[in-house]
């Protein structure tokens, strides 16, 4: 079998020591020869690069590791481009939660205000790793899983229409197990699923075992009572928090509103954004609970490995939602035809929706990359939804390729988080005053 080559574009994230242990555990399904991390910030990567480099050398010492900031180094003889990257870290993230909250807005990473900002902020590095792909490896494909990901989809659809990116979501993956687990089956693997929408906004229409035989009655009777939540909680460590236990059991209010379908759990920012602010500390937001929890967690884990010289006994986990992307690169690779959901072109998959939205469906995918199964026509609530949601994300990817502010300041008007203009253009000063780093000089 042939071995692949991979560069972990992120090296320096709290998910790679994750994702590297995930690897290591699928190298009888995916063969890899080398691994090389990439990141601009030298010292974070090498705090993350020098504990993972130990494990490799223990678990798989055939592998070759080299963590580099220099773009030629990482992207030469790559077969995959793996790419987390999050610009501007947990404190622009701290921000984007943070701002909009002292405005009486939801504040989150990658929904409403907080979504745009960290939107602005991906596209431009995002594009600079399928620039640097293509030069160097023109024949890799990149498995993209940064944040925020419909608006990061719809920039390289509209300004890197030929490149070989795939655009994914764990969260799907993360909702289906805990459906899979609330009726007794071991693993999603054991359900086929119909379900339409954008990233981070869309719903469950079919959902069935290998023989074909319904299960939304059973996971939609677990939802009715307790949302997503599972009787006797066991959480991934990621998720311990008490923020992503209300998201999940708030799951049953979301359903309320459509019985027909089952929702993805960030609709509550739609659905119920008010109750989101009030629920929310505007002082110590999800930010500073990853900081103060997964952040100093991984980096102390790494620090222990590097002091010890071994990874015997570390607290490190793996990351089992990444293993979504080993069968997705293995579905490339070995064109496997797997039924997975990403974010694609709609091209007529949502029959009547915007042909050019970038949408999240189930796809085939094979060595050409994902083919997109139609979902059929779509119910008018999910319709103007979408269609509102669409608009917000294509008028942030023009206003960042335009540099137009007031692009920018109608898609904040447009988000259903947001209640008026005058708030959105209060929000949006705020948002270019703590980015003028990051984003473009809008005009």
Known sequence: MKKFSI?????????????VLM????????????????????????????????????????????????????FTDVDFVMAHIRVGLYAMRELDEKIPLKYGVVGQETCGPGGIAYGMRSIGGVLELIDYMEKYSPDAWMLNYSNPAAIVAEATRKLRPNSKIINICDMPVGIEERM?????LKSRKEMVVRYYGLNHFGWWTDIRDLEGNDLMPQIKKHVAEYGYSLKEEIEESQHTDASWMDTFSKAKDLYAVDPDTLPNTYLKYYYYPQ????????DYTRANEVMDGREKHVFGECAKIVEKGTSEGTALEID????????LARAIAYNTHERMLLIV?????????????MVEVPCIVGVNGPEPLVQGQIPRFQKGLMEQQVAVEKLVVEAWAEKSYQ?????LTLSKTVPNAGVAKELLDALVEANKDFWPELK
């Open 320 to 327: 089992e939602h990444a293993s979504y992307i080993v069968d």
């Open 23 to 74: 690897l290591l555990n699928n190298l009888d399904r995916f063969p890899i020869r080398q691994i090389k991390f990439y990141d601009n910030l030298d010292s974070r990567q090498k705090q993350i690069a020098d504990a993972c480099e130990i494990l490799i050398k223990e678990k798989a010492p055939d592998i070759k590791f080299l963590a580099t900031t220099d773009p030629k180094e990482a």
């Open 275 to 282: 109750e989101a602010v009030e629920h929310a500390n505007p």
């Open 180 to 184: 899979a687990k609330s009726i007794g």
């Open 7 to 19: 560069v972990i574009a992120g090296g320096g994230s709290t998910f790679t020591p994750g994702i």
């Open 345 to 357: 072109e709609n091209n007529g998959a949502v029959v009547n929706f915007d042909e050019t939205a």
């Open 407 to 411: 692009k920018l300041w109608q898609a």
